[in-house]
C-alpha cells in the first residue's frame, strides 16, 4: 500500500510559478513511476508527467515542456512539480500517482492522492 499527499496548490497570475509536492509513505518505492495528472472541470484527467523513481528518468505531456519540472528527494520520499509560466489553461486539480508501469493512462495507477487545486488568473 501506497499513500500520497500533495501540497503546495493555490492562486497564482499567469506567468507566475508554483511547486508542489507529493509525499509517499511507503519506503521501498523503487520500483515504481510517480506521475502528475490534472483534471480541469468538465475534461478527463491528463497526463502531465512523470518521473521513474529508480532510473530517474522522466516525461513530460506536450504541454507543458520548458515549463515543468518533475524531481525528487529519495530521502523525503517527495516528489517535487516545479511549475513555471502558469497560463490560465493550467488551471485543474492535480493529482500525483504511483503505478508499476510508466503510462500516460490514469486508469493504468495503482495509487493516488487526494489532489491539490491550482488556479491561474490572467
Known amino acids: 500500500q501506497v499513500q500520497l499527499v500533495e501540497s503546495g496548490g493555490g492562486l497564482v497570475q499567469a506567468g507566475g510559478s508554483l511547486r508542489l509536492s507529493c509525499a509517499a509513505s511507503?519506503?521501498?518505492?523503487?520500483?515504481?513511476?510517480i506521475s502528475w495528472f490534472r483534471q480541469a472541470p468538465g475534461k478527463e484527467r491528463e497526463f502531465v508527467t512523470a518521473i521513474t523513481w529508480f532510473r530517474d528518468n522522466t516525461y513530460y505531456a506536450d504541454s507543458v515542456k520548458g515549463r515543468f519540472t518533475i524531481s525528487k528527494d529519495n530521502a523525503k520520499n517527495t516528489v517535487y512539480l516545479q511549475m513555471n509560466s502558469l497560463k490560465p489553461e493550467d488551471t485543474a486539480v492535480y493529482y500525483c500517482?504511483?503505478?508499476?508501469?510508466?503510462?500516460?493512462?490514469?486508469?493504468?495507477?495503482?495509487?493516488w492522492g487526494q489532489g491539490t487545486q491550482v488556479t491561474v488568473s490572467s
Open positions: 500517482a504511483a503505478g508499476t508501469t510508466t503510462s500516460v493512462y490514469y486508469r493504468n495507477y495503482d495509487y
Open positions: 511507503r519506503r521501498t518505492i523503487s520500483s515504481y513511476t
